[in-house]
């Protein structure tokens, strides 16, 4: 079972310091919505984003659709050799079943990001997607991998197909790709760096590579 996790991803609410700002306001009176139950979003936000540290890569839930909506509709998930999970800037972690359908519409999926930050599970009948407290490396211990991998530019280079052939060797790989658009973890990563190109790429790019190698090697009978 391979685990992947999205780690330090840039989703979180409307922090509390700029929800009086107007382009928050705005943009939550056009939801129907108080500031505070919006989520950040720098094609709306940017110019509060600047009254916040980091502000230049927060505010990103769209790479968390992305990288979410490949995963989700891989092979490997197809063929249930795929766990995935969200870790947010703010050490919650979002656990999420793999019959999971996420909408398409980008619109919709801040809508249900935003009732699962309240509800903390969605929807309430089935626990599709449950949010709980959690650091990233509580998680990677609670997952019990014998092979921990952090996707990094810096990273040994390895052909996708050699990674893949790598990770179904083990019966337990857990593969952590950053969910921010630009920078480092903001954090020590513990895990074996590997890239996958001599150029960086963009985290649903390492994501499809990733599991494109893997299923090489788990998803077809010989």
């Known amino acids: 079972m391979l685990h992947l996790v999205i780690a330090e991803a840039e989703l979180e609410p409307v922090p509390k310091s700029i929800r009086n700002h107007p382009a928050v306001v705005r943009y939550a009176k056009k939801r129907g919505k108080k ?9 709306y936000h940017h110019a509060a984003l600047r009254k916040l540290p980091d502000g230049d890569r927060r505010g990103r839930p769209d790479i968390v659709h992305i990288c979410l909506l490949n995963a989700l509709e891989s ?3 197809r063929e249930g050799l795929l766990r995935v999970y969200v870790h947010t800037r703010n050490d919650e972690v979002i656990h999420i079943k793999p019959e999971t359908r996420l909408p398409r519409n980008y619109n919709r999926f801040l809508g249900l990001m935003e009732s699962l930050f309240k ?7 089935l626990g599709l997607l449950r949010m709980e407290k959690m650091g990233l490396m509580e998680l990677i211990d ?10 990094h530019e810096e990273g040994a280079l390895t ?13 337990n790989p857990t593969v952590i790709v950053g969910g921010f658009p630009h ?11 590997i890239s996958l190109y ?10 499809n590579e990733v599991l494109s190698g893997f299923e090489v090697w788990t998803a077809y009978p010989e």
């Open 198 to 207: 001599r150029k960086p790429l963009m985290a649903w790019t390492v994501i």
């Open 142 to 151: 609670g997952i019990n991998p014998d092979g921990i991998f952090v996707m």
């Open 183 to 193: 920078g480092d973890f903001t954090n020590r990563v513990r895990g074996e760096r």
């Open 35 to 43: 500031p505070g139950e919006v989520l950040l979003e720098s094609t």
């Open 119 to 125: 509800d903390r599970i969605v929807p309430r009948d």
């Open 75 to 77: 092979i490997a998930n």
């Open 159 to 171: 052909k996708p197909i050699d990674f893949g052939r790598r990770l179904a060797s083990l019966r």
